[in-house]
T-cell receptor, first 113, second 117 residues
Framework: DVKVTQSSRYLVKRTGEKVFLECVQDMDHENMFWYRQDPGLGLRLIYFSYDVKMKEKGDIPEGYSVSREKKERFSLILESASTNQTSMYLC????????????FGEGSRLTVL | AQKITQTQPGMFVQEKEAVTLDCTYDTSDQSYGLFWYKQPSSGEMIFLIYQGSYDEQNATEGRYSLNFQKARKSANLVISASQLGDSAMYFCAMRGGSGTSYGKLTFGQGTILTVHP
């Protein structure tokens, strides 16, 4: 069964802390994505990666960075967490090409106090 | 830049009836892909259906069909014979085929569908 695994389902952090959200996929997919989901705003793309060590900014990259050192792992980093980064974070992966559907992880709900 | 718009925050339908969820998009790409996903209250994202911009036929998957009107830039989802289990959030999404949009998959705001018995 194909799987995208996010390391933490729930995190509570303090303002200013550095936060790492990890995502691992076992499908040998080239593409990996990080989204945040907020009520009324849908899913907004933060960053995506189409290959190891390659990354592209999405629509809301400010305050975030990413790392992809291995094909199966894509990490989202909040250098200095702020309260407006409280959200649900969804990782996804897909094959390349237009038709490659996204396979999603279960999500990581981050609360920044 | 590509954009997806879902103008219906919420929709209601009676069980066994059909319902259409609206989606319009904006892109300058000639080649692109359109997706619909379902998110039940459990939170998982479930892929429903895909339509390529060059596909001549509307995509269908079981009770789901995608009403693709390229000139109007719309990609509405039609669910036939609604079931109680169809109650969920539905997202329309688009993947760009060139330039800065290449590979990027952009989602709309979502529509909450409630199916009444």
């Amino acid at each position: 069964d194909v799987k995208v695994t996010q390391s933490s389902r729930y995190l509570v952090k303090r303002t200013g802390e550095k936060v790492f959200l990890e995502c691992v996929q076992d499908m040998d997919h080239e593409n990996m994505f990080w989204y945040r989901q907020d009520p009324g705003l849908g899913l907004r793309l933060i960053y995506f990666s189409y290959d190891v060590k390659m990354k592209e900014k999405g629509d809301i990259p400010e305050g975030y960075s990413v790392s992809r050192e291995k094909k199966e792992r894509f990490s989202l980093i909040l250098e200095s967490a702020s309260t407006n980064q409280t959200s649900m974070y969804l990782c996804a992966s897909s094959l390349p090409g237009l038709a490659g559907e996204l396979f999603f992880g279960e999500g990581s709900r981050l609360t920044v106090l | 830049a590509q954009k997806i718009t879902q103008t219906q925050p919420g929709m209601f339908v009676q069980e066994k009836e059909a319902v259409t969820l609206d989606c319009t998009y904006d892109t300058s790409d000639q080649s692109y892909g359109l997706f619909w996903y379902k998110q039940p209250s459990s939170g998982e994202m479930i892929f429903l259906i895909y339509q390529g911009s060059y596909d001549e036929q509307n995509a269908t998957e079981g009770r789901y069909s995608l009403n693709f009107q390229k000139a109007r830039k719309s990609a509405n989802l039609v669910i036939s014979a609604s079931q109680l289990g169809d109650s969920a959030m539905y997202f329309c999404a688009m993947r760009g085929g060139s330039g800065t949009s290449y590979g990027k998959l952009t989602f709309g705001q979502g529509t909450i569908l409630t199916v009444h018995p």
